[in-house]
DNA sequence: TAGATATTTAGAGATTAGTCTAAATATCTA
DNA sequence: TAGATATTTAGACTAATCTCTAAATATCTA
């Protein structure tokens, strides 16, 4: 796992929300849009940062593509902040 | 605690590392400065934020002055980062 | 009090990041 | 195949960030 590239993902505000968003469900990149003042331009380029630190994961659904919350990342990411503070 | 201003704080890779020295022992400014290539007004400057984010306190002995972790913030960010994927 | 040491503050320069609009790509449907 | 819908890419602009040097502040010691 790249840490710097995970850090820089969860420094943004806006970031934040939307992994927040998919906590409770997977979303279409519109229908995450309508949560946002800003345009989807934007956020599309918001979306590429959480893929990249593989924060998230998408699906097409014809024209639509899906986005979901990767938790099976959630354990590298508590021991990245686990490891802040203790251990090695 | 100030979301944004933890993450913001967490995001760059010297401060990070300097939380990482201190995880060991609480230093001057001086000896941290020891470890980095960058001038001491820089890394100054990485002190200031990582106070403001309340992840290390300071003690002046003398002319120096003494940076340790802030251990009683850990159980925040860790609950910060929990929440980013699992709970509410 | 002077000079030395330790640290921070101020201001400037360069890079990075977040935003926008316009255009491009991909898919669906009539 | 055309047109509509969904999303991303490209390029530009602005603001924030990180770094530097020079100067300021605080403390110690001779």
Redesign the interface.
Known sequence: MQQ?IV??A??D?TR?RI??LL?RQSMSAGDIAEHFDIAKASLSHHFSILKQADLVRTERQGQRIIYS?N?SV?ED??SL??D???GS
């Open positions: 710097q850090f820089k969860l420094s505000p934040r992994l927040h906590k919350l938790l959630f990411v508590a902040m686990f802040l503070f203790s």
